[in-house]
């Protein structure tokens, strides 16, 4: 059973230079971990963070994927089909 995200060729962001939840900076917060939202490239907390940003931009915007945006972490998640992905073979090229 393999279950293909639809939404793969939505993605317009792989990386990007922001390096902190702007959302977490606003309120004077901090946070656990980072993700970044590959279809406008947003940079939000994750749902171990106690604000989840990441998962409100999802909310806010129906943007479904995201991108671990900590060091040597490769892979995605995909809020809509609620699937893991792996960006390793995307990253590099
Ligand atoms: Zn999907
Ligand atoms: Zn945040
Ligand atoms: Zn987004």
Redesign the pocket.
């Known amino acids: 059973m393999s279950k293909k995200c639809k939404h793969l060729d939505q993605i317009k962001f792989t990386s990007t230079n922001k390096h902190v939840?702007e959302?977490?900076v606003k309120i004077g917060?901090t946070?656990v971990h980072l993700r970044m939202c590959m279809l406008c490239g947003n940079v939000?907390?994750c749902d171990s963070?106690k604000?989840k940003?990441a998962t409100k931009h999802f909310h806010a915007t129906r943007h479904p994927i995201i991108k671990s945006f900590e060091p040597g972490e490769d892979w995605g998640w995909c809020y809509i089909d609620q699937l893991m992905l792996d960006f390793s073979d995307v990253v590099q090229q």
């Open positions: 939840c959302d977490c917060d946070w939000a907390c963070s604000n940003h």
